[in-house]
Nanobody, 120 residues
Framework: QVHLVESGGGLVQSGGSLRLSCAGT????????MAWYRQAPGKERDLVAT???????HYPGSVQDRFIISRDNAKNTLYLQMSNLKADDPAVYSC??????????????WGLGTQVPVSY
């Protein structure tokens, strides 16, 4: 069994910064692709950023200049450094990981999410 647990969420002021973490625990042989998603109330879940095991990153939306995704492979941990938080950033942020539980088997896992409200 594999678990992804996010932490670091909480109320932050507009223009402020926050760092989210997502720790993977359990039967992990290797974690390949990891990602952060977010979902605001009444909206669909959006991809925020992805990072491959070799560190290659991708930011599909408009957060590239403000958010930085990173990971620590030795700790099976994913990070999201968020800066200059804006009006469209409040959401529940969830992490995703493509996990190999052995050399032959891989599965996708999601964390439960951490809330990031922004005050103005």
């Amino acid at each position: 069994q594999v678990h992804l647990v996010e932490s670091g969420g909480g109320l932050v002021q507009s223009g402020g910064s926050l760092r989210l973490s997502c720790a993977g625990t359990g039967n992990i042989y290797r974690i390949n692709k990891m990602a952060w998603y977010r979902q605001a109330p009444g909206k669909e879940r959006d991809l925020v950023a992805t990072i491959q095991r070799d560190g290659e990153t991708h930011y599909p939306g408009s957060v590239q200049d403000r958010f930085i995704i990173s990971r620590d492979n030795a700790k099976n941990t994913l990070y999201l450094q968020m800066s200059n938080l804006k009006a469209d950033d409040p959401a529940v942020y969830s992490c995703y990981a493509a996990v190999q539980v052995s050399a032959s088997y891989d599965f996708e896992y999601w964390g439960l999410g951490t809330q990031v409200p922004v005050s103005y």
